[in-house]
């Protein structure tokens, strides 16, 4: 039986439907922390567990039974190592064959600038000591995230980043949820890693053309600075911690640590995920 974690959540759910398409029901099991959102998973047959990374009993619980864990990242960057880390021993205590984990296409720990993706790293090597055999997926920026990264005025105001040539070959979520379910249901253990992108890394100037083009109304890249970026922020009423994380974040898209382009996301969907062109359709609703 597969566990997948966050499975309440957007990539969990992307996970479990194709899951459910290519396997019966009572082979996955869903571990939950808040019952109220899980109505569909339990009526799609999936077994729940109820727990949190936070608690190391209800984990223990969730693992009884369970051949592979998907340990999909918490959203608490701040606690993620602590919280992963009862993951993988609760796995490990109830003899659990395999784990996954969904980290990030990021190229070199040593020079990031937004330090709270080093949590990813932490956790695959907590993952690789572990001694089970694994999977780590390691996921491109969600092409997903690119409506609230631009603004609702970004018709109007165009695109204003620090990124200036920082290129990523964006993916949509529920490709790469597709393709981790579809690398869950295979065969043969070992120790995997693969590299979730796009087939082709755009600029922020490409993201503007492309959207000139769906739209037909001019939206332009501007480039920005990064001391005014982070002023505008804080103008905005952010806290300088979160304004700073945020600066971060743009700086490593800047320096090309989110521009690799592989095809493991294409072979393990068995088809071409979705272009950037054809994603901005969707997520910009055009
Ligand atoms: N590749 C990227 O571009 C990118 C972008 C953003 C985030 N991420 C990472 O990818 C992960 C998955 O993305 P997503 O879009 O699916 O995020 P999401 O929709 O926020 O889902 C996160 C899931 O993790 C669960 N979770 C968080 N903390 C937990 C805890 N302490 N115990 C048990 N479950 C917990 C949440 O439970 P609830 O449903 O109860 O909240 C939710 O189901 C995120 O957590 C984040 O680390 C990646």
């Not at 700086?251 to 979705?274: A, F, H, Y």
């Amino acid at each position: 039986m597969i566990l997948v974690t966050g499975a309440t959540g957007q990539l969990g759910r992307a996970v479990t439907e194709t899951l459910l398409k290519k396997t019966s029901a009572d082979q996955v099991a869903a571990l939950v922390r808040d019952e109220g959102k899980a109505a569909a998973l339990r009526e799609s047959g999936i077994r729940l567990r109820i727990g949190s990374y936070d608690d190391a009993g209800s984990l223990d619980r969730a693992m009884q039974g369970i051949q592979k864990v998907l340990l999909i990242a918490g959203t608490d960057e701040d606690r993620r190592v602590e919280q992963h880390r009862n993951v993988v021993e609760a796995a490990k205590k109830a003899g659990v064959q395999a784990i996954a984990y969904t980290s990030r296409t990021l190229k070199d720990r040593n020079t990031l600038e937004n330090k709270l993706m080093l949590g990813h790293f932490e956790t695959e090597e907590l993952i690789v000591r572990s001694g089970l055999d694994y999977t780590i997926f390691r996921n491109v920026l969600y092409m997903d995230v690119l409506p609230q990264f631009l603004g609702e005025r970004v018709f109007e105001d165009g695109i204003r980043l620090p990124t200036g040539p920082g290129r990523v070959p964006f993916a949509l979520r529920r490709d790469m949820g597709e393709a981790i379910a579809n690398e869950l249901l295979s065969e043969g253990g070992g120790k995997r890693l693969y590299k979730f992108t796009g087939r082709e890394a755009y600029s922020f100037a490409d993201v503007a053309a492309a959207l000139s083009e769906l739209t037909g109304k001019a939206v332009a890249y501007q480039p920005v600075e990064k001391s005014d970026f982070e002023a505008q922020l804080k103008a905005r009423g952010l806290p300088d911690v979160v304004a700073r994380r945020i600066v971060g974040f743009m700086m490593d898209i800047k320096n090309g640590q989110e521009d690799e382009v592989t095809s493991d996301l294409e072979d393990w969907l068995g088809r071409p995920p979705t272009p950037l062109r054809e994603g901005l359709k969707l997520l910009f609703k055009r």
